[in-house]
């Protein structure tokens, strides 16, 4: 079965210290793997997405995840964690070799980050 | 641009009680979703339209219907509300039905069934 864990319920960071927010996935084939972002009161926003090719990945707002086939991860990671990044955080994943569409989403990671 | 909006942002509502939750979207986007958000869960999908004049059951569609009124707009019917939906109900949008597509999600509605 197709799934997706996010090992931690929460993640603290200073300001300025580097992040990662951890995500590992169980797909039958090969995966499409999504991050997005929830502010409060708001919808996911979009943060990026593997679908093929290099597999460390750019994003918005200076992040960026890191597509381990053999550890069946895709770590989303910062250099440096703003005050401003504090929010719940979803990986998503697909199988690409399922016909049509279905996205599992994990629980979510809350990521706080303290001035 | 607006984006995927949704209608009311928040809503009480009493067990057996019927409503319509709106969405619509205005990127010219094919495809259409409704999910639900529930505390310690990822979304899971309800209902999706991956073109205009079709509709799909999700992974949890009991309780619900839809209809995609058209390209733009995508409505999630509660006939008989229940406590079990009490939840915050998500509409997304994505200009084709692909697995690479990014989805784009309205602000959410909070839903509260007594």
């Known amino acids: 079965a197709q799934s997706v864990a996010q090992p931690e319920d929460q993640v603290n960071v200073a300001e300025g210290n580097p992040l990662t927010v951890k995500c590992t996935y169980s797909v039958s084939g090969n995966p499409y793997l999504f991050w997005y972002v929830q502010y409060p009161n708001r919808g996911l926003q979009f943060l990026l997405k593997y679908i093929t090719g290099d597999n460390l990945v750019k994003g918005s707002y200076g992040f960026e995840a890191e597509f381990n086939k053999s550890q069946t991860s895709f770590h989303l990671k910062k250099p440096s964690a703003l005050v401003s990044d504090s929010a719940l955080y979803f990986c998503a994943v697909r199988d690409r070799n399922t016909g049509g569409f279905k996205t599992i989403f994990g629980a979510g990671t809350r990521l706080f980050v303290k001035a | 641009n607006a984006g995927v909006t949704q209608t009311p942002k928040f809503q009480v509502l009493k067990t057996g009680q019927s409503m319509t939750l709106q969405c619509a979207q205005d990127?010219?986007?094919?495809?259409m979703y409704w999910y639900r958000q529930d505390p310690g869960m990822g979304l899971r999908l309800i209902y999706y339209s991956a073109s205009e004049g079709t509709t799909d059951k999700g992974e949890v569609p009991n309780g619900y219907n839809v209809s995609r009124l058209n390209k733009r707009e995508f409505s999630l019917r509660l006939e008989s509300a229940a406590p079990s939906q009490t939840s915050v109900y998500f509409c997304?949008?994505?200009?084709?039905?692909?697995?690479?597509?990014?989805?784009?999600f309205g602000p959410g509605t909070r839903l509260l069934v007594l």
């Open positions: 990127m010219n986007h094919n495809s």
């Open positions: 997304a949008s994505s200009e084709n039905f692909s697995n690479q597509e990014t989805q784009y």
